[in-house]
Nanobody, 126 residues
Framework: QVQLVESGGGSVQAGDSLRLSCTAS????????MGWFRQAPGKEREFVAC????????AYSNSVKGRFTISRDNAKNTVYLQMNSLKPEDTAIYYC???????????????????WGQGTQVTVSS
């Protein structure tokens, strides 16, 4: 059974940094695209970033491009999201998820991800 466990969330001030981690078990980790999504109160879930199995390709939403960096360590079955220059609008629950598709068009679509973590709260105050 696949399990994804996020960690690293917290409460910070605007301009601070956080690094989220997501550790996977139960599947050949490097075979899958991994993504980060977030959901703020009263808003729909939105794509944040994704990374291919060996890390050769990444993609970001426009709202985080240049501030967030996604990476992975396949030896540790872990994907990371380094978040710099955090803004109050980054406040949300952040989820990692696994995508079995090789179609780049599917990597930004939440419904194409088959396993999800429980989420970790990030709160940014001004």
């Amino acid at each position: 059974q696949v399990q994804l466990v996020e960690s690293g969330g917290g409460s910070v001030q605007a301009g601070d940094s956080l690094r989220l981690s997501c550790t996977a078990s139960g599947s050949p980790f490097r075979s899958y695209v991994m993504g980060w999504f977030r959901q703020a109160p009263g808003k729909e879930r939105e794509f944040v970033a994704c990374i291919t199995g060996f890390g050769s390709h990444t993609a970001y939403s426009n709202s985080v491009k240049g501030r967030f960096t996604i990476s992975r360590d396949n030896a540790k079955n872990t994907v990371y999201l380094q978040m710099n220059s955090l803004k109050p609008e980054d406040t949300a629950i952040y989820y990692c998820a696994r995508n079995p598709s090789q179609d780049p068009g599917a990597w930004v679509v939440g419904d194409r991800y088959d396993y999800w973590g429980q989420g970790t709260q990030v709160t940014v105050s001004s």
